[in-house]
């Protein structure tokens, strides 16, 4: 400092010297000369600085974590040089080793600019079979979200002999593979093959999966504040076996955890119930489409934000899914705010009630289908044609055929000998007692009485159309079907 600001009682700011040690000596030089409100406003102009640091650190770290995903190229398609899709041939590296034909032609068509695929299935805790399943396209751009309900009762082209092991919710369980290898390699298995099926049901490969156990839905359910739901009639059900109890009250009511997992798991009335309802797959399946909008509804609101941390611990507790963290929360907050009564449809695949072996199954009807896909939830530039499907369907003379397609057994194509009845088991008889009342809309429960004559490990020993199966005396300690190693 000069012999003039000493005088002049001045103070010189660190600055000049040839070195740091020269540097760091005028500054705490300079440091010791101010006065106390001076350090103070110092003090907190390096705190607000560090802060500032920080903040922009942890920005731009959660920008480059919380982003959307690519979308991945379905197995079997490779980019080809001009920039389109082509699919492999046979034993390329991508190709999946899976029964049926190739992909269907739309996927090579390329995208539209901003649009997701899903596939969401909840799984069954019992039988292992993804007892409920939704094809979901998100358009990012455009703000809308479109759904479409599976069956799963729906018949697919597979190998297996009984009508059960033909349904599309057991294609999971049937391809995990060898239970020496691990789950996640057990599930991204499962999840390829159910994939692979959904695109020859829909021509759409989906982008991801997202399974769910159901259980998760009463935590979520808590954790936004319960969730405003209009039950469609008094649901009442009971069952020792596993101490389920079911009460609902028909009407609009703000519904808990507690009351949203029994409205779900909400099957059949009990037999002395004069009111009894007995839901069918569609009946069934609606119940909970509608409840899982009344869900996304409350889980869109502004306020969500501040339940997010909590609701992701919840989700990936809860949930199997090639989506990062990151991924998910990028896919929240774009979605949050959204008008759910205009921009979010959820429908069901059009059916038609067929029978094989004695099992009730459903064949998808083309052309109501393909009006379905082609309104939101086609996420190709191409639409997506009749070609583009493997439909299973009956054959006017009886037996089954499968559109552009080979049939994976070709038993099918006859029609089948009629299953001996056993008259002594009850399970042979029609589910649907006399007087029952179904619920507008729906039909008896077409898997419960498909399940006689089954043997222990048969995959149909377990009627995988119930998301929280009875344990009555026909499944009490029979082994998980995912021990039987068949290729579907």
């Not at 010189?12 to 000369?33: K, Q, T």
């Not at 397609?405 to 070709?410: Q, R």
């Amino acid at each position: 400092m000069s012999e003039y600001n000493r005088q002049k009682g001045g103070r010189e700011a660190p600055g000049g010297g040839n070195s740091p040690a020269d540097w760091w000596r005028r500054y705490r030089l300079w440091l010791a000369g101010l006065d106390r409100k001076a350090k103070l406003r110092y003090r907190l102009f390096q705190a607000l600085a560090v802060l500032a640091v920080l903040i922009v650190g942890i920005t731009l770290f959660l920008l480059s974590w919380i982003r959307l995903p690519d979308v991945p190229e379905p197995p079997g398609v490779v980019p080809s040089p001009g920039g389109n899709t082509s699919q492999n041939q046979p034993g390329q590296p991508g190709d999946v080793s899976y029964e049926g034909a190739e992909l269907p032609d739309v996927t090579r068509s390329g995208r539209k600019d901003g649009y997701y695929t899903f596939l969401l299935v909840g799984r069954d805790v019992v039988s292992g079979a993804t007892d409920t399943m939704m094809l979901i396209t998100y358009d990012t751009r455009g703000q809308r979200i479109d759904a479409i309900s599976l069956l799963r009762d729906t018949m697919t082209n597979s190998s297996g002999k009984r009508g059960a092991q033909k349904r599309l919710n057991v294609t999971f369980v049937r391809n995990m593979g060898d239970r020496k290898l691990s789950e996640k390699q057990r599930i991204e298995n499962g999840m390829t093959a159910l994939k692979k099926e959904v695109s020859r049901l829909t021509g759409i490969y989906p982008d991801f999966y997202v399974m769910v156990e159901w259980e998760a839905i009463g935590r979520l359910v808590d954790a936004v504040g319960g969730v405003e739901f209009e039950v469609p009639f008094d649901m009442n059900y009971d069952d020792p076996y596993q101490d389920l109890h079911i009460h609902q009250k028909k009407g609009l009511r703000l519904l808990d955890g507690q009351d949203a997992m029994e409205v779900i798991r909400f099957r059949k009335s009990n037999k002395d119930d004069p009111n009894k309802v007995i839901l069918g797959d569609a009946g069934r399946t609606q119940i909970q489409r509608d409840f899982l909008t009344a869900t996304l509804k409350k889980c869109l609101t502004p306020e969500i934000l501040l339940k997010l941390p909590t609701l992701t611990d919840i989700f990936m507790d809860n949930v199997d899914t090639d989506l990062t963290v990151g991924n998910i929360l990028a896919f929240a907050q774009l979605a949050v705010g959204m008008n759910v009564e205009n921009d979010v449809t959820f429908v069901s695949m059009p059916y038609d009630n067929v029978s094989y072996t004695g099992d009730a199954l459903v064949c998808a009807r083309e052309k109501e289908l393909l009006e379905l896909l082609n309104a939101g939830l086609n996420p190709y530039l191409d639409e997506i044609k009749s070609s583009d499907l493997q439909l299973m369907y009956k054959k006017s003379g009886g037996g089954f055929g499968v559109t552009n397609g080979t049939l994976a057994d070709p038993a099918v194509a006859s029609r089948p000998a009629p299953k001996p009845e056993e008259p002594d088991d009850p399970a042979a008889t029609s589910p649907e007692d006399p007087g029952t009342v179904t619920a507008p809309g729906t039909t008896a429960d077409p898997g419960t009485a498909s399940d006689s004559g089954t043997t222990p490990g048969d995959i149909g020993a377990i009627d995988p159309g119930d998301i929280f199966p009875d344990p009555s005396p026909d499944i009490m300690g029979l082994e998980r079907p995912d021990t039987v190693q068949a290729a579907a």
